[in-house]
């Protein structure tokens, strides 16, 4: 275990009265396990980590998947020329056949707003027999938090022994675990004490929030179909990660 992930979790044994070295009331593991949870818990409505990719389109094919990873796409282009993004809904109510448009170029990513990792360049092209670029960014999940006890040659390649978002949150992080481990427990106290603990989570969750929209709104872009997408996307600072790949179809 890395020393701040160690620093999180010796912390939160001190508010969980749990400092026992021989008899402790939650092992290493369960407590990694929490972490791993905040940090996705975080991830998930906030733009945390962003990752970049290139797809390159192929004839015949409409549609294309980003990784799996992916939560929501931030940004797209092509031949250096920023690409609206419009979801299914908006381009359906204002151009039913949309499906059927042809241009020499694309002028957007049309996505579904619920679930955006499958996306769709739009135009169609006039002669789709020439592959095009298209970058993008797109917020992404870290990779799990695997305890290192616990970690099979297997599962090397799917587990990160280090949180990947910034240690600014780690106050947030800590309270996510000692909340959620006087849950473990159920009695009236240890439920009072997890709802302070989730309380001061929620804080620093919101903090979050309001730090990331407050970041795209200055770079926020609205397309012909009124639907606001960020033209370019940047950490909130510090070590964030970021994972490129190259995706060809």
Sequence with gaps: MAEREQKIISEARITLNDTSLLTPRWTDKRLFEL???????MCKSIPMISAKATINTAQGVAEY????????????????ISLNIVAY???????????VDKSSNYSSIIVNALSQQVIRPYPLKDDDSQSVA?????????ITLGFEEAITEA???????????????????KQ???????????????????????????NEYKRAEKLA?????????????????????????GRYGSRSSRFRY
């Design 65 to 80: 998947k980003l990784p799996d990873e992916s939560v929501k796409l931030l940004y797209a282009s092509s031949n250096g």
């Design 155 to 173: 599962e090397t390649n799917d587990t990160e022994e280090e949180l990947t978002i910034n240690d600014m949150w780690d106050l947030g992080l």
């Design 35 to 41: 972490l791993n949870d905040a940090q996705n818990d």
């Design 176 to 202: 996510y675990v000692i909340g959620m481990a006087f849950l473990d427990y159920g009695d009236e106290a240890s439920i009072s004490r997890s709802q302070v603990a989730l309380g001061m989570y929620s």
């Design 89 to 99: 809904d908006e381009i359906d109510r204002d151009n039913p056949e949309w499906e």
């Design 213 to 237: 929209k407050k970041s795209f709104s200055k770079r926020a872009v609205t397309t012909g179909y009124q639907a606001k997408v960020a033209s370019s996307f940047y950490g909130l600072g």
């Design 134 to 142: 298209i970058k993008v960014r797109y917020q992404a999940m870290p």
